[in-house]
């Protein structure tokens, strides 16, 4: 299968079962369309009007040698592979903790409702963390890394608990031969010089959510008052990304219809002093004044486009940063299974609440169809988890066929589930602004290669 495409003055050529990208000039691009409908005669006598002769032939016998060489219409040697993942023995490698269902903003698009999760607020307690650690050593098998990401809500409103678990899992590590990689998404209001501290020495990545400028910022993400949290976070998160030193972090911002131009919020966050940013389109009813439209999608593309050239520029100044959706592995990066079934949730990654109910991941949270076990005794809920084992790129009718199912796998099963009833479709929209992210990001490897 290949997808070509141009980008910015680049002529693109994906073959998307062998993971080649090719920067290619025009006869060869030209060539490559028709390459697989007509034979070489014919191809010859297609393009002759427009290339010379030889240049043509030139172009042929490189396109023949970049096909012998599994580079160009490579066969998909992967879909044979997916029978198999249902008989996979199931190792849960991560955990997003819910440690605090409540929150201290009312961010307007909020699919927590506050922190509520369709439920009542209430915090984790230490004992069903524990528990829940305890559940990760058991059921992680020979995997040593393992994942916990500490979630909301906003859950420095359960800081003690946050530290007393952290020392567990640290005081756990060595008797089981596990690493914790432990990790925070906040959004700043009670950070202090001890929370920051803190997250130093013990977080691998701590998450910072910003929308942006003053103004788009404060319009979807105010204090319950009404009041805006700009100007109470922005200092804080500048203090905090100064102080990380080598440890991750990054600022994510949400976007919506309110703030189509979205590429000036990324900058702005680089102009602040961020080097590390993610800005996600919002998921949302159609219904919702904010929500993201089919009709916008052409003034997003374009916004892509327009960030990708400055994030060139701003590269090639020596004033980069990292933009999450523009970081891309050429050498297709993870295992066949994560590249054909994403993320893991429902099998690989968990959600916990605070009472210590296992939902697939947090979006799931609070559905009682995707309740799949507890703390206590476990994973009952077979049925669903071995749904989810299911859910891959082959088992979706939109992804089969679709130049980005390798990067993007498959997409996200709550997008699905919620716009369509089943977990095993894809939420259109967002496949859209996923696969230009992708084009986007290929372009930009392109260019910057150009100038090495």
Not at 41 to 62: F, M, R
Not at 312 to 330: A, S
Not at 355 to 372: A, I, S, T
Not at 428 to 449: F, H, N, S, T, V
């Amino acid at each position: 299968m290949i997808h070509q495409y141009k980008s910015n003055g680049y002529n693109i050529v994906m073959d998307i079962n062998s993971g080649a990208v090719h920067v290619v000039d025009d006869v060869v691009y030209d060539v490559v369309a028709d390459y697989e409908s007509c034979s070489r005669d014919e191809l010859i006598d297609k393009l002759s009007g427009i290339y010379a002769l030889s240049d043509i032939q030139e172009a042929v016998s490189e396109v023949e040698r970049l096909k012998e060489a599994g580079e160009l219409f490579a066969e998909d040697e992967y879909q044979d592979y997916v029978i198999d993942f249902k008989k996979r023995q199931t190792v849960v490698k991560a955990l997003c903790l819910h440690i605090a269902h409540d929150c201290n903003l009312a961010c307007r698009y909020c699919f927590a409702e506050e922190g509520e999760y369709h439920g009542r607020r209430a915090l984790m307690s230490f004992e069903v963390g524990k528990k829940a650690l305890d559940f990760l050593i058991a059921n992680s098998g020979s995997r040593r890394n393992l994942e916990v990401d500490f979630f909301g809500g906003e859950p420095l409103m359960n800081w003690e608990v946050v530290k007393q678990l952290v020392e567990y899992g640290r005081s756990q590590e060595k008797e089981h031969n596990k690493n914790f990689r432990f990790t925070l998404t906040t959004n700043g209001v009670l950070l202090n010089d001890e929370i920051m501290e803190f997250c130093n020495r013990e977080m691998s990545n701590v998450v910072l959510s910003l929308d942006g400028r003053r103004e788009v910022n404060d319009r979807m993400r105010p204090f319950r008052s009404g009041k805006g949290s700009y100007d109470l976070i922005v200092p804080k998160f500048q203090k905090f990304a100064q102080s990380r030193g080598t440890k991750d972090y990054y600022v994510r911002g949400t976007f919506t219809r309110n703030n189509l131009d979205f590429s000036r919020d990324v900058l702005h966050f680089a102009d602040l002093g961020f080097d590390k940013m993610s800005i996600e389109p919002v998921v949302a009813s159609p219904d919702e004044p904010y929500a993201i439209r089919e009709e916008d999608l052409p003034q997003i593309m374009e916004e892509y486009d327009r960030l990708a050239r400055e994030y060139i520029e701003r590269q090639k100044e020596g004033r980069g940063f990292t933009f999450f959706h523009f970081m891309i592995d050429l050498d297709q990066g993870p295992c066949v299974a994560k590249r054909l079934s994403g993320c893991g949730s429902g099998t690989e990654y968990l959600a916990v609440t605070p009472w210590g109910d296992f939902y697939p991941c947090h979006q799931f949270v609070g559905q009682e169809g995707f309740l799949l076990g507890n703390v206590e005794e476990g994973i009952t809920n077979t049925a669903v988890r071995d749904e989810f084992k299911m859910c891959n790129v082959y088992a979706k009718e939109k992804c089969r066929n679709c130049f980005a199912r390798f990067y993007c796998s498959g997409g996200c099963a709550a997008n699905s589930y919620n716009f369509h009833g089943s977990i095993t479709d894809a939420y259109d929209i967002g496949c859209e602004m996923q696969k230009k992210r992708i084009e986007c990001a290929i372009m930009i490897k392109a260019a910057l290669a150009d100038e090495e």
